[in-house]
């Protein structure tokens, strides 16, 4: 055990968290059980920021490297069928309007490294997004706001696990009734494809989403951000909403398996799986973070690290 090592801090009937560095977490005793058998790495690393966050991040090679270093990591836990899905967030150029490709390099450091798959680009859209960066959107005016992130799906094979029944989207009002007068447009699409009036007046039990994901995460009304309140602790700065984590836990899992997010932060990763009935495991280095992400789950107890 190294010196930086902590271990255990709160276990659930479906998950534990850990607290301490995902390097050595990840490839600790704790998770040899788990080698070959993680069907989502499913997490949202800290970005490659140029100003120092609460939550730590690194920036330029350093950033690429660190983060490509986790591909051998991941492939020792993934399942032959698993899957990789990494938030990626936009960063900036220190001190200029431009952008930074360092989440890209990493990217593609990790994915080359890894040997692994690119099965889809997913763009997750927060309409709620505040204006950033200040400078250059508010004050000089010369940029608009970010407001999505991209996630990276990736895999060990081209065909992995997963299932866009299990995510499905409520039929637009429009399609509700065509699928009620059973008629519709039978002429081209605009791309001289015909549907099939078979397939096309189907009531399949909902849409098929598109990989760009609109969902807000302005939310208040979440355990942990009340329990930081009433505690008087500072939440983490950079949470997912939870439909997020549902979405692709759902698409790419089945009840009961394992997901892991080896860069917790709130833990809203294991709150999604457990609410899910999936298994799940996180790691998490900043302990403050850890012990407050233990208000997501009232039924949770501690672990007794020194056993």
Request: net charge negative.
């Given at each position: 055990m190294t010196e930086t090592m902590s271990g255990p801090l709160y276990q659930t009937e479906k998950g534990i968290l850990y607290h301490g560095v995902s390097e050595e977490i990840l490839q600790s005793k704790w998770f040899e059980p788990l080698l070959h058998n993680v069907?989502?790495?499913?997490?949202?690393?800290?970005?490659?920021l140029k100003k120092k966050k609460a939550y730590g991040n690194l920036n330029g090679d350093a950033y690429i490297e660190w983060l490509a270093g986790f591909a051998d990591i991941?492939?020792?836990?993934?399942?032959?069928?698993?899957?990789?899905?990494?938030?990626?967030?936009?960063?900036?150029?220190?001190?200029?309007?431009?952008?930074?490709?360092?989440?890209?390099?990493?990217?593609?450091?990790l994915k080359k490294r890894?040997?692994?798959?690119?099965?889809q680009e997913f763009i997750w859209h927060n309409p709620a997004t505040l204006p950033s960066p200040v400078q250059w959107v508010n004050v000089e005016r010369i940029r608009v706001k970010n407001s999505f992130s991209r996630l990276w799906w990736l895999s060990k094979t081209p065909r992995p696990k997963a299932d866009n029944r299990n995510v499905l989207q409520e039929y637009s009002p429009s399609m509700k009734k065509v699928l009620k007068s059973k008629k519709y447009n039978s002429g081209k699409r605009p791309s001289g494809h015909?549907?099939?009036?078979?397939?096309?007046?189907?009531?399949?039990?909902?849409?098929?989403?598109?990989?760009?994901?609109?969902?807000?995460?302005?939310?208040?009304?979440?355990?942990?951000?009340?329990?930081?309140k009433t505690h008087d602790i500072k939440h983490h700065p950079a949470r997912m909403p939870v439909d997020l984590?549902?979405?692709?836990?759902?698409?790419?899992?089945?009840?009961?398996?394992?997901?892991?997010?080896?860069?917790?932060?709130?833990?809203?990763?294991?709150?999604?799986?457990?609410?899910?009935?999936?298994?799940?495991?996180?790691?998490?280095?900043?302990?403050?973070?850890?012990?407050?992400?233990?208000?997501?789950?009232?039924?949770?107890?501690?672990?007794?690290?020194?056993?």
């Open positions: 069907n989502l790495i499913f997490t949202s690393p800290p970005f490659p991941f492939n020792e836990l993934l399942a032959e069928d698993g899957s990789i899905v990494i938030e990626l967030g936009n960063s900036w150029v220190s001190g200029i309007p431009a952008m930074s490709i360092e989440s890209l390099e990493a990217l593609l450091k890894g040997d692994f798959f690119l099965c015909k549907v099939g009036e078979t397939s096309f007046l189907k009531d399949n039990g909902g849409a098929i989403p598109s990989n760009v994901l609109y969902i807000s995460n302005s939310t208040s009304s979440d355990p942990y951000l009340e329990y930081c984590a549902k979405f692709f836990i759902s698409f790419l899992t089945s009840e009961n398996d394992m997901v892991v997010d080896p860069f917790a932060g709130s833990n809203v990763t294991g709150w999604a799986a457990e609410g899910l009935g999936r298994r799940w495991r996180s790691v998490e280095k900043e302990e403050m973070y850890a012990t407050a992400s233990k208000a997501r789950f009232p039924n949770a107890w501690n672990i007794d690290r020194n056993r």
